[in-house]
């Protein structure tokens, strides 16, 4: 922001090119999440702490994902750190593999995701929905799997 202002005070940069690179539905997304903070601490009251079994685990990743796939990664992120408070450490890192890898299933599941298409879109790179979900999902699969079998063996 610091150098960008400077660009623009130096007549470097164009006041209407800043403007337009600002990730609106990222921040859209972030005050959603914080609006959102005295529901979550509710929602996560009812839901059972997930232990460091491959059982925990899973539930923990699933939980991620479905919330991320639902929402977004940021939402559900504060989501995971309202419910998983002094939750076990393993437990937490399943949620953030659900929350950024299985995110990647659906195209608006992770504010990464959001941002990259929308930059390609700017520049000229069609990515349409079908073409994106058509394979994504199998990627965001593979990858879950795959980190939580590693973080289950290494949680023993």
Do not use: E
Not at 4 to 27: F, H, S
Not at 61 to 82: E, Q, R, T
Not at 113 to 134: C, E, K, M, Q
């Amino acid at each position: 922001a610091v150098l960008a202002g400077v660009a623009v005070a130096k007549g470097r940069l164009r006041l209407a090119d800043v403007a337009q690179a600002i990730p609106l539905t990222g921040l859209g997304v972030i005050a959603i999440a914080a609006l959102a903070n005295g529901p979550m601490d509710i929602a996560a009251g009812f839901l059972p702490r997930p232990d460091a079994t491959v059982g925990g685990l899973f539930f923990a990743l699933v939980a991620g994902g479905l919330l991320a796939a639902c929402l977004n990664n940021l939402p559900a992120a504060a989501f995971g750190a309202v419910w998983l408070a002094r939750a076990h450490p393993a437990s937490i890192v399943a949620f953030l593999i659900g929350t950024n890898i299985a995110a990647l299933a659906t195209p608006h599941g992770s504010v990464a995701t959001i941002l990259a298409r929308a930059v390609g879109n700017r520049h000229g790179v069609d990515a349409p929905i079908r073409g994106y979900l058509s394979s994504a999902w199998r990627y965001a699969l593979v990858g879950s799997l795959a980190a939580i079998a590693v973080l289950a063996l290494i949680a023993r």
